[in-house]
């Protein structure tokens, strides 16, 4: 491999870490990309059904021990084709 | 809980600053001199976003996400886009940062601390770094490409205690048209093999638009023969992005009837799917 040096230039982002994406399709299935608990809430408090939404708020009520009771069935999709 | 002495872990990290054998493209470039390799990443590592998040399996939510930028591949779809790939982009991970990110995360419930990319093997020294500065550290959960080289998760064991495995290709043509990486298969379930001795191991898929039987009927029939009782997390939330619009077959969302045939027939296989 041949190396190249380069400027240490430090390109600032923005932060993205209070924000999540949703993005719905139009076969209704819901993707959303950094799923925080409220995100989970939200959405079974709309009524969006799904294992996905179910098993992972029973996750943190394990840890939080708050009690929720969100509907099942699927429809959400945690998107996945981040880098590792 | 980590074991071993992360101070000890980071100076024969630093090797790999200086001639970096972290991944298997094996560039053996001076990091520190400013040499750059395939992945561009020099002896910094940056965070360009981390939270609490609960879309992982659930056995690990609610997790400590800290996103690195930077990764040693180039897969065409990924969701990061720039952000994975410019390890020049975040915030300066270093002890102070991560002592205070770990608190923060702490108070909102996170069971773990996981870290993601880009891809966090190309910032194994600056990891080890950071972390050896912090206390009370909580369990350490390690996403990965797995094109980590043995010497790379050699210097893991003990410090990783769940290793999530992107399994991402059944076969090499795809992996190599897909995300520019030759001999994929085989450094992918080597490295499960040496992953499962170290620490917990998940595996993941994503499944991709028109690859139910080049890429995840061979990773879920390897698996069967090989590591059956590893969890393993079929992932069916691919959504085009990134340079996929310029891959024909990846330029749609996966079809919804994909993901429950690919639970089933992991079921069949006699897989421990989660997720
Ligand atoms: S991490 Fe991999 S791609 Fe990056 S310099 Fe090292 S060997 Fe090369």
């Known amino acids: 491999m041949t190396a190249r040096r380069v400027s240490r230039q430090q390109v600032r982002a923005d932060d993205e870490s209070t924000v999540s994406d949703i993005r719905i399709g139009t076969d209704g299935r819901v993707h959303v990309f950094g799923t925080s608990r409220e995100i989970l809430e939200a959405l079974a408090a709309i009524g969006v059904r799904g294992d996905a939404v179910r098993l992972r708020l029973n996750g943190a009520v394990a840890m939080t021990g708050d009690d929720h009771s969100p509907s099942s069935a699927p429809a959400t999709r945690t998107p996945d084709n981040q880098p590792s | ?275």
């Not at chain 2, 996103?67 to 720039?82: K, Q």
């Not at chain 2, 090499?172 to 990486?181: F, S």
Request: glycine share 8%; charged share 25%; aromatic share 8%.
């Open chain 2, 1 to 275: 809980m980590s074991s071993v002495s992360t101070v000890a872990r980071a100076a024969q990290a630093a090797d790999h600053d200086r001639q970096c054998l972290l991944c298997e493209h094996r560039c053996g470039v001076n990091r520190s001199a400013g040499e750059l390799g395939r992945c561009k990443a020099g002896t910094e590592a940056r965070v360009f976003r981390h939270r609490v998040e609960h879309g992982e399996e659930p056995q690990l939510v609610p997790s400590h996400l800290f996103y690195l930028s930077g990764c040693d591949l180039r897969c065409a779809f990924c969701i990061a886009e720039e952000k994975a790939f410019d390890p020049r982009i975040g915030t300066l991970l270093d002890a102070p940062f991560l002592q205070q990110a770990i608190v923060w995360g702490r108070e909102r419930g996170a069971r773990n601390l996981q870290w993601v990319g880009g891809e966090p093997t190309i910032h194994i020294p600056a990891i080890l770094r950071a972390l050896s500065g912090c206390r009370d550290t909580p369990p350490i959960v390690w996403k990965s490409d797995f094109h980590a080289t043995p010497e790379a998760l050699e210097l893991l064991r003990g410090v990783v205690d769940i290793h999530v495995a992107d399994f991402k290709f059944g076969n090499d043509a795809c992996a190599e048209r897909i995300a520019g990486v030759p001999r994929y298969v085989e450094i992918v379930e080597r490295n499960l093999f040496l992953a499962r001795e170290s620490a917990d191991l998940i595996v993941r898929h994503l499944l991709l638009p028109g690859h139910f039987e080049c890429c995840f009927l061979p990773v879920a029939r390897w698996l069967a023969e090989y590591l059956p009782e590893i969890p393993f997390s079929i992932r069916d939330g691919y959504l085009p992005r990134w340079q996929a619009r310029h891959h024909t077959d990846l330029a749609a969302p996966l079809p919804a009837d994909i993901g429950p045939l690919a639970r089933r027939e992991a079921a069949m296989l006699g897989l421990n799917v989660v997720g």
